[in-house]
């Protein structure tokens, strides 16, 4: 879904909404964060409600994903001492939607990174130029 097929409550649903998901991400996702790459952090209320959307540039050089995972940790640290504990998860990138190497290893350190600082992570979505597609979870065929 494109984000101006988003109905007009889109606001309103739970941003892991299958019916809404792909795009609100589509809307939030910069097409230079897609060109360049950025990790997104899209805070949400108790509800799933979004928050707030984080991006952490993946730029001027593609960073490993120890130190994505350094700055993930950081921004929960800080955002839990708001009460701030869901969490929707983008990797913005060129390419094709199809997960790499680097996307899996990526979502198990924010699967890690989460889980050591008492969030849930509700979902994570992979945003292309072209696309975007839910990552499912190792051997998970469910979307959001």
């Known amino acids: 879904m494109r984000f101006d097929e988003l109905p007009r409550d889109w606001a309103q649903r739970p ?10 991400v589509d809307l939030i996702v910069t097409e230079q964060s897609r060109s360049d790459g950025a990790i997104y952090l899209l805070l949400c209320h108790p ?21 994505v995972l350094d700055g993930v940790r950081l921004l929960l640290t800080e955002v ?3 009460d701030v504990r869901d969490v929707v998860m983008v990797i913005a990138r060129p390419g094709r939607v199809t997960p790499t190497p680097r996307d899996r290893d990526l979502r198990a350190a924010f699967e890690g990174a989460c889980r050591g600082a008492g ?4 979902a994570v979505a992979i945003a292309a130029p072209d696309d975007v ?8 065929c469910a979307a959001a």
């Open 133 to 140: 597609a839910v990552m499912p979870a190792e051997g998970d």
């Open 80 to 82: 839990s001492r708001h």
């Open 47 to 67: 509800n799933r409600h979004l928050l707030q959307p984080i991006c952490l540039p993946d730029e001027p050089r593609r960073m490993d994903v120890g130190e």
């Open 15 to 24: 941003i892991t909404d299958p019916d809404v998901f792909e795009g609100v």
């Open 119 to 122: 969030f849930t992570l509700h």
